[in-house]
């Protein structure tokens, strides 16, 4: 998206991945030669991560910093960018639970194909999405309990899979650990401390609370990155609403339930409204369509600015600084203020 | 623009104008029951100024900040505002010089035009609007002299008129004295002490330098709020790019000249596209258009976000944040995202 506003990048490479990013990097090169564009329009930076991220954000020429990783992270950039002499924009995309709410009433078979849907959610690339389904809200009772069956029987059939670096890996199995250590929180299927095929991998986790726990407990919202699920059941709607004003902003949110239900989930939906960027009705969050509607960020901490988008269209306004031109002869105007308008552009104005 | 977007608008009284604060805000509530808003969609709150605004600054239920005012107030609210645990955007108006750039070759009737246009805009409510003209560069040699003659006696026979406060009085005073205290520049005419009709009238002032001078002290670059304006002789066009480019951020700039001879102005034109928001042709900057086409923003310092406007349709966006629905069925859609587009708004997707 800065490309698409008319921006030079410069990529910082990740110190764990110099060799991936050097392929990745001699690809863009290429392309941006294949282009016609010229040198300058990207480059690559290699070295340790705080040193050069923090001299790239502090550096006067830079104008907008976008980030995707830690909540310490993105946070630090977007502090360090704010306490600039010219404060600049920071877009990060921290952590996010991704919460999904599934309704009372919905019968044996609609529950097992929503465990089967979640686990593919939430294993897909090791559950490394930023739209990961971490927490998974589901009615207490007997047709809850087939569904913590049925999804912990398919997550307990998962193969181990490769994590990003080994710092990821060792981090969720520390993120686990401190959830599962949690008054309340039991742990269903704990990840494989030796998963074989080398230090990188990783195998899913199963988490069971309940909404009372939860609301107790400000840690249980945090984000634990890799396949892990936290499964919350709750007693009633009122119990769901108090969970979902307790949430922190989320880059998705997502209701399962009956059509014909959905009038009287209202005030739910209207609490997540607030709560997260995108909102979904029975489908899981993972993969983000690119289109001019999506919406992929959320409110702090999902991401640091709440109003853009990081795919999309949209995405192209955190880029873009506009001018506008006032009494210029037709001529001199720029070839997208012309009142011929050659570059076909689509206007709001006559 | 946040009322468009939906949001509930507290407004801080000024602490100079209590009386006429009180005035305004009881106009304002009535105009919101005459529209049927909620009560809650306006407030007013009066206090000490640093006081009460870092408290809404600070509040967690305040979600964005407008400001128009001092740099140092400002950049206090918007270094708050980051500083929070979820971090809100300012949109503040700080200051702008509105640089004009006078061409060569323009005839002494339409040098004397431009004087005539100039006084008007620089002494418009005192000088006390934000896209005052505060700095003006002409052409040295004798058209330049006349030039300065001319706008000078139009200055000399301003009568006095009111500032906002006694404080912005003061400090108008003081930065003339400031500013003619400067290596290289004169006071060709100083503010009236005592101009009478109250304590917070004032006369205009004019001082002159020389792009030379303007160059080697960063201090001239600074605004003079009130109806105060500093003409900068230049030499040459590759001083008056020079001059350009050592221009902070600024909501507007100004070129006068000839249509024809525009093209060669065109390092100027680029320059000036990286330090305005608004850029005009042989226009002065007073007086913003309430339109979708319009930018009254700017690069910092002339704002804190120069991505954003606050004048015109496009300042909706500075409150609104996105959400995106996805496999909502249609009839539980908001209204601005059924099929049948029962608002009417126009859309960039079918």
Chains 1, 2 share one sequence.
């Not at 059941?233 to 014909?260: C, H, I, P, R, W």
């Amino acid at each position: 998206s800065a490309w698409a506003a008319g921006c030079p990048v410069i990529v910082k490479a990740h110190h764990a991945h110099p060799a991936t990013s050097l392929i990745v990097g001699r690809a863009v090169v290429e392309s941006v030669r294949a282009c016609g564009l010229p040198e300058g329009a990207f480059s690559l930076i290699f070295g340790e991560g705080r040193t050069v991220g923090q001299a790239l954000v502090a550096h006067p020429d830079v104008k907008a910093v976008g980030f995707t990783g830690s909540r310490a992270g993105g946070r630090a950039l977007f502090d360090l960018a704010s306490q600039r002499p010219e404060p600049i924009p920071v877009f990060a995309e921290m952590s996010s639970v991704n919460p999904i709410f599934v309704m009372p009433g919905l019968g044996d078979a609609k529950m097992d194909e929503i465990a089967t849907g979640l686990h593919g959610s939430a294993t897909l690339g090791a559950g490394q999405f930023c739209t990961n389904p971490g927490i998974v809200l589901f009615p207490a009772g007997e047709q809850g309990e087939r569904f913590v069956e049925s999804f912990l029987s398919k997550m307990r059939e998962t193969a181990a899979a490769p994590m990003l670096h080994e710092g990821i890996r060792k981090a969720y199995g520390q993120g686990v650990e401190t959830l599962a250590g949690r008054e309340g929180v039991d742990l269903l299927l704990a990840p494989e401390e030796t998963p074989g095929d080398g230090r990188c991998h990783a195998t899913a986790c199963v988490l069971t609370s309940d909404a009372r726990s939860f609301l107790s407990d400000e840690s249980l919202l945090e984000e634990v990155f890799g396949p892990s699920t936290l499964l919350v059941s709750y007693e009633d709607s009122s119990e769901l609403n108090e969970v979902a004003e307790a949430l922190d902003g989320q880059l998705t949110a997502s209701v399962f339930g009956k059509e014909e239900n959905l009038p009287s989930y209202g005030p739910l939906l209207d609490i997540l409204e607030t709560r997260a960027g995108r909102l979904l009705f029975n489908q899981f969050p993972t993969g983000v369509e690119v289109c001019g509607a999506v919406v992929h960020g959320g409110p702090y901490p999902a991401t640091t600015d709440g109003r853009s988008t990081s795919v999309g269209t949209g995405a192209i306004l955190r880029f873009a600084r506009p001018v506008c031109y006032q009494g210029f002869p037709e001529e001199l105007l720029p070839d997208e203020l012309k009142e011929d308008n050659p570059m076909q552009i689509e206007r709001t104005e006559a």
